[in-house]
């Protein structure tokens, strides 16, 4: 008898991972990715990397420790380091997130395949999902989780009916690697497997299904370290329940860089309910002997998971242990846990239409995609050439008067000086995950920090006096004309370049202060 996970046609299998190298393609299109904290996480890869070359480096070793415990976020930040030994550290940035496009597509393809093998089309859904705005936000280890997420549960089904060691051994090491990626994904990874479990108990497997139980229980250590050292304090929604329903259907979580996207949500809203429609047709259609209403079938439980992240997403708090945007990140799981069920059992005539038309709406993606990615990446090519003339060594304090150019909804600026950190070895006071408590890379204790409460969102109240300690150089961009700070930093501060609305600012090594307030 066929493989029935080979019973998708071919040529869909082949164009469906033609598509996928595809998607990388807006990566390799700039010198700098335009997302909000990628260069920061690129930055922090490369004092991993270097950490031990004092000679070239002194100041990462000196303001920074290396926090080697296992916390999530991990992942992204060891790839880069790794691959950083075998090339530049822009480059390593690129691999890292092509390898996450295509781990994120093949995760969509494996689970769709796991779940209905002889109907794996609508994995096309997929396409409109790697570039989300949670991507974009530059959040590479949360987008990666959730690529692993899908192969945890893809993985656990097809290999459900068989917990033995191989099984144990492989959903381990999978829920460890969704583990050091993110928490998020991870819990949700464990709550998911804990909802199909339930949903396929059955009285005559029950005792193969318990064996379960004892080969997870390598998984439970580790989140409840992470709350006990984190805590697991909760941050309250803001949003009213419109705006959340509003925000999952259709799904604003695509929405990055102009209101054109909208309308593509819409139309992704639009054929998810379509397939969602067609297929709950065919299933009251199909009747068992003897009953008037179908018997529900394994792959149901995935509609049963839809609705318990759907809820999720209603009811979870805002934040949770310094993690935030947590609603945010639940709207993706919903519409990526629904591809799976999804079985119109189309002709092959209205299949090979489906195919087309969803692979021409991600072509079409693919087009706006390289379109914006150029814009904001020369802006952002614009941005770092400002810091050109920086001395190396250094320890800089970008202050950023306009976070929006051609994208109205997307901040590429906030911690762009990272790409130019990285290359000079500058100490980067905006390197803002270097003072939180779940990263690799953390400042120092004994670290004297400049006072930068609300500077980051006024720039123009920088205490520049009492901050010349600490500040060797102030990078300004797109600073108003009549901007007080201006006056402020010219008392202690010389300007030795402005390019395309940046202005470097160094401190005068050899004078005297003079007096004056801040």
């Not at 075998?86 to 597509?105: D, H, N, T």
């Not at 959040?139 to 549960?153: G, H, K, M, P, T």
């Not at 998971?305 to 759907?310: K, R």
């Amino acid at each position: 008898m066929p493989n029935p996970h080979r019973a998708d046609d071919a040529w869909i299998r082949r164009l469906f991972f033609t598509l996928a190298v595809l998607y990388v393609l807006p990566f390799w299109t700039v010198r700098y990715l335009p997302t909000t904290d990628g260069p920061c996480h690129t930055y922090n890869a490369w004092v991993l990397r270097q950490y031990g070359n004092v000679q070239q480096y002194p100041l990462f070793h000196q303001y920074y420790e290396i926090h080697a415990l296992p916390y999530p976020n991990w992942t992204g930040h060891a790839v880069m380091a790794l691959l950083m030994f075998a090339v530049p550290p822009l480059s390593a940035e690129k691999l890292l997130v092509s390898g996450y496009v295509l781990l994120f597509l093949a995760g969509a393809w494996y689970l769709a395949g796991s779940v209905r093998p002889g109907e794996r089309w609508p994995a096309f859904l997929a396409f409109f999902f790697p570039y989300n705005q949670l991507f974009q936000f530059g959040f590479y280890n949360f987008s990666i989780s959730l690529a692993v997420y899908l192969f945890v549960l893809g993985f656990w089904w097809r290999h459900r009916e068989r917990p033995d060691l191989r099984f144990a051994v492989g959903i381990n090491l999978l829920l460890w690697l969704c583990w050091f990626s993110h928490v998020l994904s991870f819990c949700l990874a464990l709550l998911s497997i804990a909802v199909l479990w339930l949903a396929t108990l059955r009285r005559a497997t029950w005792r193969r299904h318990l064996l379960h139980l004892p080969i997870l229980i390598p998984q439970i250590p580790l989140p409840l370290w992470f709350f006990r050292t984190q805590g697991s304090e909760t941050e309250p929604v803001t949003r009213t329940f419109t705006e959340l329903r509003e925000y999952l259907w259709p799904p604003h979580v695509l929405f990055s860089f102009s209101r054109s996207q909208l309308r593509l949500a819409e139309w992704v809203a639009a054929a998810f309910l379509l397939l969602f429609l067609l297929t709950l047709w065919r299933e009251t259609l199909r009747r068992d002997e003897g009953r008037r209403w179908p018997v529900p079938r394994d792959a149901d439980a995935f509609l049963l998971l839809v609705v318990f992240t759907v809820l999720l997403f209603f009811f979870a708090p805002e934040g949770m242990s310094g993690g935030t945007m947590l609603t945010n990140r639940l709207s993706l799981y919903p519409y990526l846990l629904l591809i799976p069920w999804l079985s119109p059992r189309l002709g092959s005539r209205w299949k090979t239409a489906g195919v087309a038309v969803l692979s021409l709406g991600a072509l079409v993606n693919l087009g706006y995609l390289v379109h914006w990615y150029r814009l904001l990446g020369e802006e952002m090519r614009q941005f770092v050439a400002g810091l050109d003339p920086v001395r190396p060594g250094s320890r800089v304090l970008p202050l950023v008067f306009q976070r929006r150019l051609a994208a109205g909804y997307t901040d590429v600026f906030g911690h762009a000086t990272g790409y130019a950190a990285l290359e000079k070895g500058l100490i980067d006071w905006n390197n803002y995950e270097a003072t939180m408590t779940y990263f690799p890379v953390r400042f120092r204790p004994d670290v004297q920090f400049p006072q930068l409460e609300g500077v980051e969102f006024n720039p123009g109240t920088l205490r520049v006096r009492a901050n010349r300690p600490q500040v060797d150089a102030v990078y300004t961009w797109q600073m108003p004309e009549g901007e007080r700070l201006r006056f402020r930093l010219a008392r202690d501060y010389d300007e030795v370049a402005e390019k395309d609305g940046g202005e470097l600012y160094e401190r005068r090594p050899h004078r005297q202060a003079a007096r004056g307030g801040s």
